[in-house]
Each structure stands twice: as C-alpha cells, then as structure tokens.
C-alpha cells in the first residue's frame, strides 16, 4: 500500500504491535512536550522523558499540559541528557530517539559516539516528508539538516536513504529530481549541476535501483507540470518529483524553512541510516510537525 499523506502514516503505525518507547532530550519545550503528549494520546507513542524535571513541569503546566506520570530522567546538563537517550536506546528501553531543544550536532554526536553511541554501517541522513499541494502523494525531502557540502559520493548516498524511505512508504518506483538551479550543466561554475547530471546516469544505469533519477532540475521543474511543459522538460520526473535532493545543506535547510514557515506546511522529518530512526524536527518546527515526525519514525522502525 502507498501512503499518500501524513494522517495515513499515523493509520499505520496504530495498527503495530505496541506503542514505541521514545526517549527525548531535553524535553523542556512546549512543542517537544505538545507532540509527545499528543502521541501517546494517539496511541503511537510513550514518551520518556530526559532532562531538567523542575523546568519541564514548569514549562507543561505553563501551557496547560501535565507529564506526571511518565517516565523521566531527570538530568540537568543537555549534553548528558543526549547521551542518556542514547543509553536507554542501546539498553533495550527506549525504542526511538528525539532530539529536544538541543542542536541537531549534539544528538549526531552522541549517535556516532564509537564506544557509548550508535554508529551507523554507512551515512547518516536527513529526510523529511510533506505532503504536496496538488495531488494526494507525499514528497520527500533531503538533505536538509545533517550534511554540509556532500560530494558525488556521499550524494549518491543521501539519495539512496531517500529512496529506501521512498519505498518503505510505498512508492515502489521512485522519480528523483537531483536539485540545482538550472536545468543545463554548468560546470566549473555550478558544480552541481554536473553532480546532478552524474547522478542522473548512474540511475539510468540502475545503480539506485528501480527508481528514475533526473538532474539537473530547477525546483519548479521538479514539482510543476506547468512549469517543465512551459520550458519544454519532458522526462518523467518534471512535474512530479518523490524526492527532492537538495545540492547541500544551505539551499535544503532554506527550503525546509520555506516550505515550514511561508507554505505553512507540515514536515515530518528522521534522520535515517542507522540502527534507530531519530526524530529531528527543527527546533522552531510546531508541535504538529514534530508530532508527526514522531509519527514517520515509528514507522520506519517498524515497531
């Protein structure tokens, strides 16, 4: 089955076994409290939470929430409290990491820590999920919050994370559109265009598997019928992109934000490509954002 909007990944996840234990650190912020309460309630999720008790009550009652009752750790210091969600994951008592109002480095530290974290076999990535705004399908995108200036390697591996996303929900033959700010190479100039037309030959080549890859494409190309007909684009992918591959961190994080703040949409959004799926929303994102970030997490881990 595909799922073709965020409330259809929360359908999911309910019908799993159980909720999953999800360890947050720090939790002391409203909307990091908000979509935990919020996911137990929708029976997803138990929150545990990490971090200064004293200013995490204070912080719930001030918003009419309460988290007596749930498990807490009490731990002053954000650093440590990272690490001792990690700790639960690696115990056996937490099923999933949430990153809290710490910066997304701290956690990743704390993940790729060889003797106390969890080391992936190969990349870490950020994927995040919205739902477009002209049909019923959801877009992903990547990398918006992890790597910073990747090379043709370590993009070709982003965007096998993305599509292993991809299929997980349900898209068995995935359309990547490799991002860039036009659709011609123009090497030396903008060196990721010809990185997006390499990309988009290695995918001929069926080196990402049964998924169609293009690049370069312009944003608009990507997600516009309108747009790619009116430029004379015609490949599969323009106009109806699954993945969008943001060139590097900037231009991912600006149109993560873009697509958060000015769209107004929800992004459900992991970092992926390690033993557990970590919920890393921005630390500005809203309660529902993060909610169902909680939400896609639990379901990539299969719970």
Do not use: W
């Not at 860039?180 to 100039?189: D, F, L, Q, R």
């Not at 516009?224 to 591959?245: E, R």
């Not at 943001?246 to 600006?254: D, K, L, V």
Request: proline residues 4%.
């Amino acid at each position: 089955m595909t799922i073709t909007s965020l409330d259809e990944i929360i359908t999911a996840v309910r019908s799993h076994n159980r909720p999953a234990r999800v360890a947050i650190a720090p939790c002391a912020e409203e909307f990091v409290i908000r979509s935990a309460l919020t996911a137990h309630k929708e029976g997803i999720a138990e929150p545990v939470f990490i971090g200064n008790r004293e200013k995490a009550c204070s912080v719930a009652e001030s918003n009419g929430l309460s988290i007596e009752g749930f498990e807490f750790y009490e731990e002053n210091d954000d650093v440590k409290a990272v690490a001792a969600a990690v700790s639960l994951f690696r115990e056996g008592k937490a099923d999933l990491i949430m990153k809290g109002l710490v910066s997304t480095s701290v956690v990743l530290k704390a993940i790729l820590n060889k003797q106390t974290g969890v080391p992936p076999k190969g990349i870490i990535s950020h994927v995040s999920v919205f739902e477009s705004s002209v049909s019923k399908r959801l877009i992903l995108l990547t990398d918006a919050g992890v790597n910073i200036k990747p090379n043709l390697q370590r993009k070709a591996d982003i965007l096998r994370n993305a599509l292993d996303v991809a299929r997980k929900l349900g898209i068995e033959k995935p359309k990547a559109a490799i991002l860039a700010a036009t659709e011609k190479v123009n090497y030396p100039a903008m060196p990721a265009t010809l990185d997006a037309d390499i990309l988009a030959k290695m995918g001929a080549e069926e080196a990402f598997g049964d998924a169609v890859v293009a690049g370069p494409l312009a944003l608009d190309l990507a997600i516009s019928q309108t747009a790619a007909s009116c430029k004379g684009i015609d490949n599969p992918v323009a106009g109806c992109a699954d993945i969008l591959l943001a060139p590097e961190i900037e231009s991912g994080n600006i149109l993560y934000k873009a697509l958060a703040t000015i769209a107004d949409k929800t992004m459900a959004s992991v970092v992926v490509g390690c033993d557990v799926p970590i919920v890393v929303s921005s630390r500005g994102d809203s309660d529902s954002s993060k909610f169902h970030s909680i939400a896609l997490a639990c379901y990539l881990a299969e719970i």
